[in-house]
């Protein structure tokens, strides 16, 4: 999965990367890029509803913020500006059926605005992420 999530990352580019896989109302770290060492232990596991990834998941929508570090949206948490990033999206990982299995998120060191075509890019991928079923 790491492969999966540099290649995307390669292609927008990006700084940082996560995928999350979800079970149980728990978002759970299948692979990063990028994060420092204290924010993966906090990302490791996000609750639905919490931080960006969290309300991607619950919105079943992108969350995006164009420098987190100033964020006042309440939709990032005071842990992500450890990650040093500041222009960062998190999108939704569908099923074929629309519902969410998962998150997708990248980010970058500067202030960036993602426009709606590179949205649609990153859902694109993100759709291309397959999981195992949830038995």
Do not use: W
């Amino acid at each position: 999965m790491r492969d999966v999530l540099a290649a995307i990352m390669r292609r927008f580019p990006a700084d940082t990367g996560t995928i999350h896989r979800l079970d149980a109302g728990l978002l759970i770290l299948e692979a990063e890029v990028g994060l420092p060492p204290p924010v993966v232990e906090i990302v490791r596991r996000v609750p639905v509803g919490k931080g960006m990834a969290g309300l991607a998941a619950e919105r079943n929508e992108p969350v995006s913020s164009c420098n987190i570090q100033v964020d006042t949206t309440g939709d990032v948490r005071p842990g992500a500006k450890q990650t040093g990033v500041n222009g960062a999206i998190v999108v939704p990982i569908r099923d074929a059926q629309g519902q969410v299995r998962g998150t997708l998120g990248i980010g970058v060191h500067r202030e960036y605005e993602y426009d709606d075509a590179e949205v649609a890019r990153l859902l694109e991928e993100a759709g291309d992420i397959a999981f195992a079923p949830v038995a």
